[in-house]
Each structure stands twice: as structure tokens, then as C-alpha cells.
């Protein structure tokens, strides 16, 4: 080989790693941590949009709510995401944050199969977290003590449930888990256990869906009202968001991801309500 081929092949041939690097610097990287009940959809839109957006660099955490919007509001990330609105927090400065609400989530109650029971009054279901009910029998079940599994506390699940069926009070100290998997996985294995979950992961055969006051727990009960037990799913920024940012977001609320891949994962499109609920819980009607 004559030296200035040599010479030529050789700095294409360090060239092609310092393109490639620069390739990579050029993405910009948008970090999104916080609610475990949003992460399967933000994961499944993330990797989506990665297909048509090569130079993308997007990566899901969670954590729960209380790590996204407090680490958002730090700015140690781009995107904190929530079940809970930002100005119910403690410590959370909602003014200096921008809400984009994504997506509506179902929360059940779930329990083992064991346990012998498919439906709770919103009285039982309270007394059993609040400990007043301790074995399954005194709710027509077997007999079997009552294994309360709750979440993490600054979990937005939490706080939604604690709301909404607890009327505020906290539920009894027991064990505590800090993601709606881990949570589904010892239910599903511990006899005499209850929880709750958000409906993307209440798709085990193996865990018992609770009704409640015999409203079954199904996205479509939800828009109406008719089972209450859900929240919105936000994704919040530190102010306006940067361009990359702004572009993803905006992805997650387009029609495709609205319409496609909110309802296959188990969300429910924030166009689809009948109503709104407002930050304390209260709920009217959207007019026509």
C-alpha cells in the first residue's frame, strides 16, 4: 500500500469514532423520574418516539411522586411526573412549576386470591386500612388475618387512595413498598394480603381485582365517575421547558399517543372525561 493511501485510510479511520461520538453529544438528553403508575406509558411513548427521533436520549425512572416533583423542582431533572397535583406537596412550589396532565389512571384495590373475596363497601374497604376490620371473615371471607401492604409514603397512588376511600386519615402502619410491582408481587404470593394498584398492572390472573360497592373496577366506569378511584397523570418542568423537552411532551399529548397507545397500556386519554377533578378532590362536570 503506497503511504498516502496509508495516511488516508488511517484518518478515516479515526474520524469515524469522533463522528460517532458527536452524534451522540448532539441528542439531548430529557430525564424523567416519579410516578411508577405513569412510568409504563412514559417508558412505551419514550421508546417510540426513539424510533422516529434517532437522536433522542430519553430516560424513565421512578421512584413515586413526592422524588419526581421535588427533584424536578431542584432541576436535577427535565420531567418530574405525578398522580398528585403539585400543590397538595409539601415543600413543592407549584408556581414555579408548568403541569401537563397526560393521561387518567385507574386505581384498584387488589388482594390474594386466598382471602375469598371479589366486592367491599367503601366502609370496609376504609376499616380494613384503618385497622378497625382485622380478619377477612368479619367481611364474609375465610378466616384469615388481614396483611395490609400500603405504599411508600410520597407516593401519589398513596395519596389518591388515602384521599379518596380514608377521607384523608392515614392508613395503619404496615409494610411498605415503594412501586406498584413490587406491591403485586407479594400480594400475589401472601395469603391473607390487600392493596392497591394502578389498572396497568392489575393484568395478573393471580391477584383478586376488588369491586367496589359493586362498581367494577374498569376504565370504562371511570369518565363518569362511577368508579372513583383514579387521578391524572402529570408530567411537570421547571418553568418552560427546553426545545427537546417541549417536543417529547407534546408527542405524549399528540393524537397518535392519545388515541393509541394511552388506551392499549391501560391509561385512559384526558379527552375521554366526563368530569374534572380539581386539586382537592372535588369533582363537576364538564359541559358540552
Same mark, same amino acid.
Given at each position: 500500500?503506497?503511504?498516502s ?13 469522533l463522528?460517532?461520538v ?5 441528542g439531548q438528553k ?11 406509558l ?5 421508546n417510540?418516539?426513539?424510533l422516529a427521533h ?5 430516560v424513565v425512572q ?10 424536578v423542582?431542584?432541576g ?14 409539601k415543600?413543592i /412550589? ?8 397526560v ?7 387488589i ?7 371479589k366486592n367491599l ?7 380494613i386500612f ?5 380478619n377477612?371473615?368479619e367481611v364474609?371471607?375465610?378466616n384469615?388475618?388481614?396483611?395490609v401492604?400500603?405504599?411508600?409514603r410520597?407516593s ?6 388515602e ?6 386519615? /392515614?392508613?395503619i402502619?404496615?409494610?411498605?413498598? /415503594? *412501586? ?8 400475589? *404470593? ?6 392497591y ?7 395478573d390472573?393471580?391477584?383478586q ?8 373496577p374498569?376504565?370504562?366506569?371511570i369518565p ?6 383514579w387521578?391524572y ?12 423537552t417541549a ?6 399529548l399528540s ?8 388506551p ?14 380539581? *386539586?382537592?378532590?372535588k369533582v363537576?362536570?364538564?359541559?358540552n
Open positions: 500500500m503506497r503511504k493511501n496509508f495516511v488516508q485510510l488511517l484518518a478515516c479511520c479515526l474520524l469515524v469514532p463522528f460517532l458527536g452524534c451522540s453529544k448532539n430529557i430525564t424523567i423520574v416519579g410516578s411508577s403508575a405513569l412510568q409504563p412514559i417508558e412505551q411513548a419514550g417510540d418516539y426513539h434517532l437522536n433522542s436520549n430519553i421512578g421512584g413515586g411522586s413526592g422524588t419526581g416533583l421535588s427533584q423542582q431542584a436535577a431533572v427535565e420531567v418530574g411526573t405525578s398522580d398528585v397535583f403539585a400543590e397538595t406537596q415543600g /412550589d407549584a408556581q414555579k412549576l408548568k403541569d401537563y396532565p393521561a387518567i389512571v385507574g386505581i384498584v384495590p388482594a390474594n386470591k386466598a382471602v375469598g373475596i363497601s367503601k366502609k370496609q374497604l376504609a376499616d384503618t385497622g378497625k376490620i382485622k377477612w371473615h364474609g371471607g375465610k384469615l388475618p388481614i396483611i401492604i400500603n405504599r411508600s410520597g401519589g397512588t398513596r395519596s389518591t387512595f384521599d379518596l376511600i380514608l377521607n384523608g386519615k /392515614d392508613a402502619n404496615s409494610q411498605e413498598q /415503594d *412501586s406498584n410491582g413490587s406491591v403485586k408481587k407479594i400480594v400475589n *404470593s401472601t395469603p391473607g394480603t390487600i392493596s394498584i394502578s389498572f396497568p398492572y392489575a393484568n390472573q393471580n391477584i381485582k376488588i369491586s367496589i360497592n359493586h362498581v367494577v374498569d376504565n370504562k366506569n363518569s365517575n362511577k368508579w372513583p378511584l387521578s397523570e402529570h408530567m411537570y418542568t421547571k418553568g418552560k421547558p427546553n426545545k427537546a417536543a417529547f411532551i407534546d408527542y405524549v393524537p397518535k399517543v392519545q388515541k393509541e397507545v394511552v392499549k397500556i391501560g391509561y385512559l386519554s384526558i379527552n375521554e372525561m366526563k368530569v374534572v377533578r380539581d *386539586s382537592q378532590n363537576s362536570k364538564i359541559r
